[in-house]
């Protein structure tokens, strides 16, 4: 079986450019289903050009590659800096609208367990725009997750969290990495997960370094 073959996600020689500037220098990496991946850069570097590209894959078909037949559409959930959510419906409202859109079933367990885990549960009849900033990443992480299947996406998730938002959002991410894989950009050097982790590292638009990091 080829390297190829067995990884879930496979990127090749990706370049990209914004207008004269070149921002992503013939990228060339694999993910893997069960893998959490940390992609790391100072500001600027391509980080979230390059999340952009994968969710954007079709564009890049060159490039990019997913296990499955020609046919088959992997399912890709994103978490960018826009939060993506409706601020005058309430987190119900927003889970349910955007789990449609997914063309995904509305699993009242699965919502109430992760609600229950981020504390939100109280105010999922609540509109958004009562919530605050850590509240509000904490519902967009849940919609994120809600919506995941092959590929999660996640730039910067755990921006405004408390430590115990943090310590949540680890122990969930890390369960919901071993059917997925995920692909998470940070400037945390500590986050404290308990599982092993990959980092990939970008630096002026190349991609220096895949090391893995054991805690």
Known sequence: MTFKEQALFVCKDLSYSIGKKRILKQISFALFRGELVLLRGDNGVGKTTLLKAI?????????????????????ISYLGHELGLYTSLSLEENLRYFLSIAKMEYTKDKVETLLKLFRLWARKQDP????????KQKAALV??????????????????????????AIRVLEEYSLNSAVLLVTHDPEIPFSRKTKSLILKEGILETSVPSIP
């Open 143 to 168: 919609r994120t997750l809600l919506t995941g299947g092959d590929l999660i996406l996640l730039d910067e998730p755990f921006t405004a969290f408390d430590r115990s938002g943090l310590e949540t």
């Open 128 to 135: 958004i725009f009562t919530f605050s900033r850590g509240m």
């Open 55 to 75: 969710l954007n894959h079709e564009r890049h078909k060159d490039s990019f590659s997913f296990i499955g037949s020609e046919s088959a559409k992997p399912r």
